[in-house]
């Protein structure tokens, strides 16, 4: 069992910044996937960004690149999503998810049913 606990959202202005974390606990990967996706309020959870443990390769969804980072600090265990410039269409609860195995393809690990981990969400809320 891995428990992934998310902080750091909160309200912010169009083109502040936020950083979230996301610490895991529990049984340690020594490779996988580690992601956040998005919810908004009516709409669909989505993908935003994933990071592999192992090696630290990142990817992200169209709408956020150039403007969000995610990165890891192994000695953690945990996840950061750097968030700048942000929009009011980015405002929605974020959740940190984990999987033990390394997805690769963009239609596997922007998946959510791949993750079998979640952590609680954290509200992001960026005002016009």
């Known amino acids: 069992q891995v428990q992934l606990v998310e902080s750091g959202g909160g309200l912010v202005t169009a083109g502040g910044s936020l950083r979230l974390s996301c610490a895991a606990s529990g049984r340690t990967f020594s490779s996988g996937t580690m992601a956040w996706f998005r919810q908004a309020p009516g709409l669909e959870r989505e993908f935003v960004s994933r990071?592999?443990?192992?090696?630290?390769?990142?990817a992200y969804r169209d709408s956020v690149k150039g403007r969000f980072t995610i990165s890891v600090d192994k000695a953690k265990s945990t996840v950061y999503l750097q968030m700048g410039s942000l929009k009011p269409e980015d405002t929605a609860v974020y959740y940190c998810?984990?999987?033990?195995?390394?997805?690769?393809?963009?239609?596997?690990?922007?998946?959510?049913?791949?993750?079998?981990?979640w952590g609680q969400g954290t509200q992001v809320t960026v005002s016009s």
């Open positions: 990071i592999y443990w192992l090696n630290g390769g990142t």
């Open positions: 998810a984990a999987t033990a195995s390394s997805l690769i393809g963009t239609s596997t690990y922007s998946n959510d049913q791949r993750y079998p981990y």
